[in-house]
């Protein structure tokens, strides 16, 4: 086998420590940086016109809609099956 040729990195560099402040900010210095970068995050966002949320919120009440007359229909279902089980046994 050939033997491999070890690459030498750029030398270390010494590091130096940094020296962190441990304070913590005032309650309402937090307070003010928590809205303010609320307000800045509320910005981005991108809000739907007035009819895209009718839209929206027909197809969601659609949706509920139909849903709840499903899991009415499977109740009905459920509960005349049990009671022609009733009849047929007692």
């Given at each position: 086998m050939a033997?491999?040729?070890?690459?030498n990195a750029a030398p270390a560099k010494a590091v130096t420590a940094v020296k962190k402040d441990d304070a913590k900010p005032g309650?309402?210095?937090r307070i003010g940086k928590w809205f303010?970068?609320?307000?800045?995050?509320l910005k981005k966002?991108?809000?739907?016109?007035?009819a895209v949320l009718a839209?929206?919120?027909?197809?969601s009440v659609?949706?509920?809609l139909v849903s709840a007359v499903v899991l009415w229909a499977c109740d009905?279902?459920?509960?005349?099956?049990i009671r022609a089980l009733f009849t047929l046994v007692g």
């Open positions: 033997e491999e040729k070890k690459v309650f309402f210095k303010r970068e609320m307000r800045s995050e966002v991108i809000w739907p016109t007035p839209k929206n919120t027909g197809i659609g949706v509920m009905e279902l459920a509960q005349m099956l």
